[in-house]
Nanobody
């Protein structure tokens, strides 16, 4: 079955960096668009970035120029490099894919930006 497992979250000071990973299994990772979402306390889950099978990327305005989404199809792994982190980036970050109109999610990884 489809499985997505995020890792790499943690506590970081403002201005710091983190790299999130999402290990995918149970489907043909290389042919599907992948995405990162995040959900802050008391807020709705929001789209952070997407990457197509061909490597085309899109970002939320709030993270453009600071975050980079990438994928390693040989390793079935999705990444999110996050630089210049700010307290407003604090959230649980989720890996996502949509296969035949069904959404799949990982369990999430907590990112906390605080001094």
């Amino acid at each position: 079955q489809v499985q997505l497992v995020e890792s790499g979250g943690g506590l970081v000071q403002p201005g710091g960096s983190l790299r999130l990973s999402c290990a995918a299994s149970g489907y043909s990772f290389r042919i599907y668009t992948m995405a990162w979402y995040r959900q802050a306390p008391g807020k709705q889950r929001e789209l952070v970035a997407t990457i197509t099978r061909g490597g085309s990327t899109n970002y939320a305005d709030s993270v453009k120029g600071r975050f980079t989404i990438s994928r390693d199809n040989a390793a079935n792994t999705l990444y999110l490099q996050m630089n210049s982190l700010q307290p407003e980036d604090t959230a649980v970050y989720y890996c996502n894919t949509n296969i035949l109109s069904k959404n799949y999610w990982g369990q999430g990884t907590q990112v906390t930006v605080s001094s």
